[in-house]
């Protein structure tokens, strides 16, 4: 379902998308027509001047099926009060995400609005969405809620009480939003390439059509097409928040060569040190990969760090990158990487906190063991420099257990 917030009647949008007003799903609030806009659904919205938390409710959902819900803030100066209002939007009273417009929304055109997404099971037929005032000056709004269901096996990482809330979902090599119907499951990539990332180039398949069936969260066909080549890269700029959070990452790959018998492109990508994925990435020509890791912690400071194997003869490459945090964190007992779908065994790192503590970079073997908050050393004392000083430039924490990466 889609439903266009402060406008009555339905409508069939240029993408043949059946759009129906909010009457009926929320009985709070005033709606407001924005001048100069002509695009629908954002050229109307709704406000809550009063009240700390007003509700949409009855949104019709399928039980148990994995759904993606989207909220769309469209805010245009509305309220000619040049401020851009913040809030918290809550999905289903379990997923709660924070509304931060900059003051580029003052200005932005029909094209340009801040969105927020999460990814649940519906633990019901229906399923609520609700604004929350957190400042008494800030009223919060929304132009759109949208509603897709995806089919069984996809984002089946997915806990039954945990939603992914989206932070940046991109099409490497794209030059322009890819959206519903070219992803029929509603998803929004935002276009990213060689002018973003300096030194990498942007690559086109020579495949007249890609098999998306091995990766799970069936990313378009679209999205495949493309891809950003470069040598043992970097990426960061996750769009995460400066505090930890636990994440779901996905990434996408397809080989865009047919490749002759002593070519061979192989790479690992790791975030933060942790390989995602439990095996050398390897994209098939024509084909689809999905590679995913959840159960580690990651902030704005987390990169993604590609890296050629050493009998590799071709650059490393990525079509497609999801990244969520974990809302209603479960610990699935599996930390690490899997390959389309599956996880493997980095049971050690699962639900771990990194910090950066100066004064532990000096420590003897002996000082480090000792502590009480230190349960565990990785790898082995055996595989280090010699001397009793360790060489340490992070450390990650489970409760009272410490784990070391060197």
């Known amino acids: ?6 406008t009555t009647g339905s409508y069939v949008d240029s993408n043949n998308v059946t759009w129906v007003g909010d009457k009926g799903f929320v009985t709070t609030g005033e709606s407001i027509n924005i001048t100069d806009v002509v695009k629908k659904p954002i050229n109307t919205l709704r406000y809550f001047p009063t009240g700390q938390t007003n509700c949409y409710t009855n949104i019709p959902a399928t039980k148990g099926r994995t759904t993606l819900v989207r909220t769309k803030f469209y805010y245009k100066n509305y309220d ?61 709004f929304i132009s759109s809620i949208e509603v897709y269901r995806f089919d069984a ?7 039954p009480e945990e939603g992914f809330i989206l932070y940046k979902r991109n099409a490497y090599g794209a030059t322009k939003l890819i959206s519903y119907p070219l992803d029929p499951y509603g998803r929004l990539w935002s276009p990213k390439g060689s002018q973003d990332y300096p030194g990498l180039i942007d690559l086109t398949t020579s495949a007249p059509s890609i098999d998306i069936t091995g990766a799970l969260n069936k990313p378009p066909e679209i999205v495949m097409t493309k891809a950003m080549s470069g040598d043992g890269f970097i990426m960061s700029g996750l769009n995460l928040p400066s505090t930890l959070l636990p994440v779901y990452l996905a990434l996408y790959f397809s080989e865009p060569q047919s490749l002759g018998r002593t070519q061979k492109r192989s790479f690992t990508v790791f975030l933060d040190g942790m390989q995602v994925g439990s095996h050398p990435i390897v994209p098939v020509f024509g084909k689809a990969t999905q590679v995913v890791l959840r159960d580690i912690m990651a902030s704005s400071e987390s990169q993604l760090v590609f890296k050629s194997t050493d009998d590799s003869g071709l650059p490393t490459i990525i079509s497609g990158l999801e990244v969520y945090s974990i809302s209603n964190y479960k610990d699935h007992g599996s930390g690490g990487g899997g390959q389309s779908g599956s996880s493997n065994n980095g049971k050690f790192l699962l639900n771990l906190c990194k910090c950066f503590i ?30 009793n000083k360790l060489n340490l430039k992070k450390y990650y924490f489970e409760d009272s257990e410490c784990v070391f990466i060197f």
């Open 153 to 159: 096996g996809m984002y089946d990482d997915l806990g």
């Open 80 to 140: 000619e009060n040049y401020s851009p209002p913040s809030f918290d939007v809550v999905y289903d009273g379990k997923h709660r995400n924070s509304i931060a417009m900059t003051v580029d929304s003052l200005f932005s055109d029909e094209e340009t609005f801040h969105y927020s997404e999460v990814i649940f099971a519906p633990a019901n037929e229906n399923i609520s969405v609700c604004l929350v005032r957190t400042s008494p000056s800030d009223n919060p």
């Open 1 to 6: 379902i889609s439903i266009d917030c402060g």
């Open 358 to 387: 100066n004064n532990f970079f000096s420590w003897s073997i002996k000082q480090i063991t000792s502590h009480p908050k230190i349960h565990k050393i990785f790898p082995s004392f055996s595989k280090q420099p010699k001397g």
